[in-house]
């Protein structure tokens, strides 16, 4: 029988490793109703041919102990710092993985269960084909710490979501800090 809520018989123990090890200990399995919103930033189509969506997510208003998307925003603009080298340092995203070079924001169509967790540091590695376009060169640190809290939603499709937002990641500075 399928889940009535996506993910609902879903157990952290029948994750795959890596996404287990992508969090700081277990996450927790948390339900996300009909209109909430999410956001990412990826070089990537988060659609893919086969009608999934990409799975890993942050809160675009404040969750648990994630501030939202203004508020890193608006870190990254008190600091000088480019917004993308605040998300990979906070996301441990290594260039090779992706060059974070949009902001996409979702809405869920449908509730939801997701796993919630800070995520794991990684060792920020060596230049990859993804650094295309990157401007982060300039602040980079030895490794990427990690700590920000991310939604991991498996199984989501493209009939789950509505795409709402898309902008380039280098005109996010010009922006008035309202999601």
């Known amino acids: 029988m399928p889940d009535l809520v996506l993910n609902d018989s879903l157990q952290w123990g029948q994750l795959p490793e890596y996404v287990k090890q992508a969090f700081k200990g277990e996450g927790e399995k948390v339900r996300l109703e ?4 999410l ?8 659609k893919r041919s086969d009608g999934s969506v990409s799975e890993w997510w942050s809160p675009v208003d404040a969750f648990g102990d994630d501030p939202g998307l203004d508020q890193r925003i608006s870190l990254a603009m008190r600091n000088g710092v480019d917004l993308r080298e605040i998300v990979r340092l906070y996301c441990a995203v290594k260039e090779s993985w992706n060059a ?35 401007i982060e060169d300039n602040h980079k640190t030895r490794n990427l710490p990690g700590n920000a809290c991310q939604f991991y ?9 509505v795409e709402k937002e898309k902008l380039v990641a280098q005109t996010l500075a010009k922006l008035p800090l309202s999601a």
């Open 100 to 134: 974070l070079t949009e902001l996409i924001k979702i809405e869920m169509v449908v509730p939801a269960y997701a796993f919630w967790g800070k995520a794991s540091g990684q060792e920020r590695g060596a230049a990859g084909p993804a650094q295309e376009g990157k």
């Open 153 to 161: 939603i498996p199984n989501l499709k493209q009939e789950h979501i």
């Open 34 to 37: 009909a209109g909430y919103r």
């Open 39 to 46: 956001y990412k930033f990826s070089q990537f189509d988060i």
